[in-house]
């Protein structure tokens, strides 16, 4: 029976769509009757979590019939150490999705705008929508890259949030912090930016320190522990902002969003920067590798700076279709208007080395 009422109760689900994510390991085996599958498809860490954040949930599991610390004492202490911040200025979330969605909802309403990259990150639009406000999205100069000036003409006196991924996802693409700053001083002051820096660990390098190098009053930099930390599964991220905005994104917090396990983790992860940087130097020099063999097919797609590449081809969903027959699973990039494209998450050399030679043989039958 259709419940037909439930869409005025909430008039703004009107056209809005659950995330769909990768598509799970055990889902292609099923969907295959295959015995093993390499998932390419959600921008994880092949590698797994640190030893020592494994060690601390191990520790950490025997404690869990008690709530975890609602407000992340110890974690925002030691990420305010990390960053050279008060630890007012930590908002912390259940993985960095929560963080963006409780900025958006908390800054943007009926009536407001929020300005993004057509083919930003689809989170953007998708916390838009659900919190009833308009999202407007800027179509990218070039197909790939943000176009800032674009950003600049969508802003009206409605405009509540701009969010910018850097590096983005899924176009890959990097934008220096001389150009974001150059951005950033165009805005008006009460405007949130939210320069989301999920994969600032790829290139840390070449970006430098974000959090003190951008000056705006309603910065926010959000960070993940799901890509180069490899606790994607522990679903735990954060961000670095005026202790003003954290307070009030707090007000919308739920009481004990970020597990016990997701805390333990990500405290010992940031203990074992070695390993954190050895997993960032190995995905690096694999994913040049993939971009590689991507152009010595005619598919490369763009370059990246994240952990993940891109193919190119006017028949992407053959291949994909072709990649999944032999277990390999890519990312299709539809949902964000990118028919031609697949993306394809740097695995470990092994499982890269798979998806390059399938891909070679596939592309010799096409
Ligand atoms: C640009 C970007 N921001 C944020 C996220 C959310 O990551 P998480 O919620 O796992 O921290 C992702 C995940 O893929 C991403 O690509």
Same mark, same amino acid.
């Given at each position: 029976?259709?419940?037909?009422? #439930?869409?005025?109760?909430?008039?703004?689900?009107?056209?809005?769509?659950?995330?769909?994510? %990768?598509?799970?390991?055990?889902?292609?085996?099923?969907?295959?009757?295959? +015995?093993?599958?390499?998932?390419?498809?959600?921008? =994880?860490?092949?590698?797994?979590?640190?030893?020592?954040?494994?060690?601390?949930?191990?520790?950490?599991?025997?404690?869990?019939?008690?709530?975890?610390?609602?407000?992340?004492?110890?974690?925002?202490?030691?990420?305010?150490?990390?960053?050279?911040?008060?630890?007012?200025?930590?908002?912390? %979330?259940?993985?960095?999705?929560?963080?963006?969605?409780?900025?958006?909802?908390?800054?943007?309403?009926?009536?407001? @705008?929020?300005?993004?990259?057509?083919?930003?990150?689809?989170?953007?639009?998708?916390? *838009?929508?659900?919190? /009833?406000?308009?999202?407007?999205?800027?179509? =990218?100069?070039?197909?790939? *890259?943000?176009? #800032?000036? /674009?950003?600049?003409?969508?802003?009206?006196?409605?405009?509540?949030?701009?969010?910018?991924?850097?590096?983005?996802?899924?176009?890959?693409?990097?934008?220096?912090?001389?150009?974001?700053?150059?951005?950033?001083?165009? #805005?008006?002051?009460?405007?949130?930016?939210?320069?989301? @820096?999920?994969?600032?660990?790829?290139?840390?390098?070449?970006?430098?320190?974000?959090?003190?190098?951008?000056?705006?009053?309603?910065?926010?930099?959000?960070?993940?522990?799901?890509?180069?930390?490899?606790?994607?599964?522990?679903?735990?991220?954060?961000?670095?902002?005026?202790?003003?905005?954290?307070?009030?994104?707090?007000?919308?917090?739920?009481?004990?969003?970020?597990?016990?396990?997701? +805390?333990?983790?990500?405290?010992?992860?940031?203990?074992?920067?070695?390993?954190?940087?050895?997993?960032?130097?190995?995905?690096?020099?694999?994913?040049?590798?993939?971009?590689?063999?991507?152009?010595?097919?005619?598919?490369?797609? /763009?370059?990246?700076?994240?952990?993940?590449?891109?193919?190119?081809?006017?028949?992407?969903?053959?291949?994909?279709?072709?990649?999944?027959?032999?277990?390999?699973?890519?990312?299709?990039?539809?949902?964000?208007?990118?028919?031609?494209?697949?993306?394809?998450?740097?695995?470990?050399?092994? @499982?890269?080395?798979?998806?390059?030679?399938?891909?070679?043989?596939?592309?010799?039958?096409?």
């Amino acid at each position: 029976m259709r419940i037909d009422w #439930l869409a005025r109760c909430v008039p703004q689900t009107e056209g809005l769509y659950p995330y769909v994510p %990768g598509k799970p390991v055990e889902t292609l085996l099923r969907e295959k009757g295959l +015995q093993r599958a390499i998932k390419l498809a959600s921008n =994880e860490n092949p590698y797994g979590p640190s030893p020592l954040a494994i060690k601390a949930m191990q520790q950490a599991a025997t404690e869990v019939h008690r709530y975890p610390d609602g407000d992340a004492n110890a974690l925002k202490e030691k990420l305010a150490a990390f960053h050279a911040v008060d630890r007012q200025q930590i908002l912390i %979330g259940n993985g960095s999705n929560e963080v963006l969605e409780l900025l958006i909802r908390s800054f943007a309403g009926v009536g407001d @705008e929020v300005v993004y990259a057509q083919r930003g990150f689809i989170v953007y639009a998708l916390a *838009t929508q659900a919190a /009833g406000a308009s999202g407007i999205a800027v179509p =990218e100069a070039d197909g790939l *890259t943000h176009d #800032l000036d /674009g950003m600049v003409d969508a802003l009206s006196d409605r405009t509540k949030v701009v969010c910018i991924a850097n590096p983005n996802n899924p176009t890959g693409t990097l934008l220096s912090n001389a150009v974001i700053q150059a951005f950033l001083d165009r #805005l008006p002051r009460d405007v949130v930016v939210i320069i989301d @820096e999920a994969y600032y660990d790829f290139v840390a390098d070449e970006l430098g320190d974000s959090v003190h190098v951008l000056q705006h009053p309603g910065l926010v930099i959000s960070r993940t522990f799901s890509k180069a930390y490899g606790l994607a599964g522990c679903r735990i991220g954060y961000a670095v902002a005026d202790a003003q905005i954290v307070a009030l994104v707090n007000r919308f917090r739920e009481p004990f969003n970020v597990s016990l396990l997701a +805390q333990s983790a990500a405290l010992a992860a940031l203990d074992d920067g070695a390993w954190v940087k050895a997993r960032v130097a190995e995905t690096i020099a694999e994913r040049d590798k993939l971009e590689a063999g991507l152009d010595a097919l005619a598919l490369l797609g /763009g370059k990246s700076f994240a952990n993940f590449v891109l193919l190119r081809h006017h028949q992407s969903a053959e291949i994909l279709r072709r990649l999944e027959d032999q277990g390999i699973i890519p990312r299709p990039l539809a949902a964000y208007g990118m028919v031609d494209y697949l993306r394809i998450s740097v695995g470990t050399a092994a @499982e890269n080395a798979v998806f390059l030679s399938a891909l070679n043989r596939l592309m010799n039958g096409l």
